[in-house]
């Protein structure tokens, strides 16, 4: 289905690794950009005795980072940047859960990106979404369970005061 697709995925912990990989398992080229040195922080849950692993193996960062390739970059130096650059200039879809203010300072919210390649589906999301409480802030289980009950498989206006990203996560000219 999306064979002939490059997805550039800039992403860390669940929610975009895993919408990610579900561009990977139906064809997509996905690329996951981790920081050289720390990787995504969800390693961290296995080799620290939080999550099971088989033989070494992550079990949670498996499940949601199957089907890609990884890349080392550091984005928050220009080299790195630059490097993140001439691959969003060859990807036909760009995904990050990092926050606003993240994505400025690193210069890699949609104008940065789009500069690059004004074609490319410029793909945000976090796990609580632009219409909650704080939405600047980091998801937790903590915050999301007190957004109200359910509001892990029910995020509505009524339940939390938000809307679920799906509706409003991606963004592409003309549309």
Known sequence: MFDGYRVLELGTWVLVPAAATVLADF????????HPRRGD?????STGGVTPNVDGVSIAMEQTNRGKRSVGLDV???????????????SDVFMTSFLPAARQKLRIDVEHIRARNPDIVYVR?????????????PAT??????????SWT???????GCRPR?????????R
């Open 125 to 137: 999301a976090d796990a609580l979404g632009r219409g909650a409480p704080r939405p600047a802030s």
């Open 41 to 45: 922080p969800q390693r961290g849950l």
């Open 154 to 160: 029910r995020s509505t206006p009524t339940v939390c």
């Open 141 to 150: 289980t903590r915050r999301c369970s007190s957004a109200g009950p359910g």
């Open 76 to 90: 928050a130096v220009d080299e790195g940047r630059e490097v993140l650059y001439e691959l969003a200039a060859g």
């Open 27 to 34: 064809g997509a080229e996905v690329i996951k950009i981790e």
């Open 166 to 174: 799906c509706l409003d996560s991606a963004t592409r000219p003309g």
